[in-house]
């Protein structure tokens, strides 16, 4: 497969934000390139490398990045951008010459579509829109990559956010730029990805960053916000490691009566973003004495856990550990015990890439002791096929700007 191809860049949506990239790295991947152009200059549509027909584990030294705006891809030219620690070098590509032919002094035109699979079926490249639907590769960095917006207004609804100021905030956050939108997000996706589990309520929207850090700073900025007139809004990633805040969960005990949640937030920060903190309360509308944290990051909770064991909330010393099933916190306590703090919290923290999280809120037992209760969320099974495939539509439907489902 050559560098080249007849034709233009591609759609008249896409000419003139195509760039050609050279001194790659041979082992950079499309994520690579991807990532790297989107984080120095801006939301990037999609990026491939070019591989060696001979080794398709090795690229060719080259590849094309497409931005969503062609003052990105004029900016890229000549940045300073690293692929995998290696300065790589790009130029503008323009459509090819008549004849085939690159037009003089151009840089090769990119080919009509990145290199082919099995059976010729074009490869897109992992996580971006082309043109055509995501490859079921991609969905999961593209969901980490996707923001859930929700406290939105719905027709016929009372109160709820204005879901156009709330888009609009939305790339106002990452400075005015986002890969796609959609609204309503549809009921199935609301379902699969678990946004009521965690507060969602009202309407919901989905939108779209070129990176997991823009998502993230989005989340930051967007989650409890009440700038906006009619109420607080929600925001979680879709997938990926901002989606399990659930799992991301510490207990914070010894809390005084007299503390509030912003105080108990203020004193956890330092371990990282606090995406939400709940503390339970009597029905006299006393607090029962403990709080629960809940973080975007699985080492801001460790942090927690391990360097703010003993911090203090309100003058108050209180003690922080994982918010953990009975049998894993009578586990945690054994381990601590033994061979001290710091041991078990690292043994008994949720892996990296835990499944589903089954903890409650419940906060019917008086006992601050000891852990959570388990229950299944809704009661309901989860079909890992089912929710996958519906993840995929909507995020195919968002990076196409389409409008949602019912």
């Given at each position: 497969?050559?560098?080249?191809?007849?034709?233009?860049?591609?759609?008249?949506?896409?000419?003139?934000?195509?760039?050609?990239?050279?001194?790659l790295?041979y082992?950079?991947?499309?994520?690579?390139?991807t990532e790297?152009?989107?984080?120095?200059?801006?939301p990037v549509?999609r990026?491939?490398?070019?591989?060696?027909p001979?080794?398709?584990?090795?690229?060719?030294?080259?590849?094309?990045?497409?931005?969503?705006?062609?003052?990105?891809?004029?900016?890229?030219v000549?940045a300073a951008v690293?692929?995998?620690?290696r300065?790589?070098q790009?130029?503008?590509?323009?459509?090819?010459?008549?004849?085939?032919?690159?037009?003089?002094?151009a840089?090769?035109?990119?080919p009509?579509?990145p290199?082919?699979?099995?059976?010729?079926?074009?490869?897109v490249?992992?996580?971006?829109?082309?043109?055509?639907?995501?490859?079921?590769?991609?969905w999961?960095h593209?969901?980490?990559?996707?923001?859930?917006l929700?406290?939105?207004?719905?027709?016929?609804?009372?109160?709820?956010?204005?879901?156009?100021?709330?888009?609009?905030?939305?790339r106002?956050?990452?400075?005015g730029k986002?890969?796609?939108e959609?609204?309503?997000?549809?009921?199935?996706t609301v379902?699969?990805?678990r946004?009521?589990s965690?507060?969602?309520?009202?309407g919901?929207?989905?939108?779209?960053?070129?990176?997991?850090?823009?998502?993230?700073?989005?989340v930051?900025?967007?989650?409890g916000?009440t700038?906006?007139?009619?109420?607080?809004?929600?925001?979680?990633q879709?997938?990926?490691?901002?989606?399990?805040?659930?799992?991301?969960?510490?207990?914070?005990?010894?809390?005084?009566w007299k503390?509030?949640?912003?105080?108990v937030?203020d004193?956890?920060s330092?371990?990282?973003?606090?995406?939400?903190?709940?503390?339970?309360?009597?029905?006299?509308?006393?607090?029962?004495?403990?709080?629960f944290?809940?973080f975007?990051?699985?080492?801001?909770?460790?942090k927690?856990?391990?360097?703010?064991?003993?911090?203090?909330v309100?003058?108050?010393?209180?003690a922080v550990?994982?918010?953990l099933?009975?049998?894993?916190?009578?586990?945690?306590e054994r381990?601590?015990?033994?061979?001290?703090?710091?041991?078990?919290?690292?043994?008994?923290?949720p892996?990296?890439?835990p499944?589903?999280?089954d903890?409650d809120?419940?906060d019917?037992d008086?006992?601050?002791?000891?852990?959570?209760?388990?229950?299944?969320?809704?009661g309901?099974?989860?079909?890992p096929?089912?929710?996958?495939?519906?993840m995929?539509?909507a995020?195919?439907?968002?990076?196409?700007g389409?409008?949602?489902?019912?």
């Amino acid at each position: 497969a050559g560098v080249g191809g007849p034709g233009s860049e591609g759609p008249a949506s896409e000419r003139g934000c195509t760039v050609f990239v050279r001194n790659l790295p041979y082992d950079a991947s499309d994520a690579d390139l991807t990532e790297a152009f989107a984080d120095a200059v801006g939301p990037v549509r999609r990026g491939w490398v070019v591989r060696d027909p001979s080794d398709r584990d090795r690229n060719r030294g080259f590849g094309y990045v497409t931005f969503a705006l062609p003052e990105d891809a004029g900016a890229a030219v000549g940045a300073a951008v690293k692929v995998k620690g290696r300065q790589a070098q790009a130029q503008k590509a323009r459509p090819k010459a008549e004849g085939g032919g690159a037009a003089a002094g151009a840089a090769p035109g990119p080919p009509v579509a990145p290199a082919a699979g099995a059976g010729g079926r074009a490869r897109v490249p992992s996580g971006f829109a082309s043109g055509r639907a995501l490859k079921p590769d991609g969905w999961e960095h593209r969901s980490a990559c996707t923001v859930a917006l929700g406290g939105l207004a719905e027709p016929g609804g009372a109160g709820g956010v204005d879901p156009r100021a709330a888009l609009k905030e939305a790339r106002r956050v990452n400075k005015g730029k986002a890969l796609g939108e959609l609204h309503p997000c549809p009921a199935e996706t609301v379902a699969a990805a678990r946004l009521a589990s965690d507060g969602c309520t009202g309407g919901a929207a989905l939108v779209a960053y070129a990176t997991l850090k823009e998502a993230r700073r989005a989340v930051r900025k967007l989650h409890g916000s009440t700038s906006l007139p009619g109420g607080a809004l929600w925001a979680r990633q879709l997938g990926g490691e901002g989606a399990r805040v659930k799992s991301w969960r510490v207990i914070v005990r010894n809390v005084s009566w007299k503390a509030t949640e912003a105080d108990v937030r203020d004193a956890l920060s330092p371990a990282g973003y606090v995406w939400e903190v709940k503390q339970p309360r009597k029905p006299d509308g006393k607090s029962r004495g403990f709080a629960f944290v809940a973080f975007t990051r699985r080492q801001d909770a460790l942090k927690a856990v391990t360097e703010l064991g003993l911090c203090h909330v309100s003058g108050r010393p209180v003690a922080v550990d994982w918010a953990l099933g009975k049998d894993k916190f009578q586990e945690y306590e054994r381990v601590k015990a033994e061979k001290g703090a710091e041991v078990a919290s690292e043994a008994l923290a949720p892996p990296e890439a835990p499944p589903d999280s089954d903890l409650d809120d419940d906060d019917d037992d008086d006992d601050d002791d000891g852990g959570e209760s388990s229950d299944d969320e809704e009661g309901r099974e989860v079909d890992p096929a089912a929710d996958k495939g519906t993840m995929l539509s909507a995020l195919n439907a968002v990076l196409e700007g389409k409008d949602g489902g019912a």
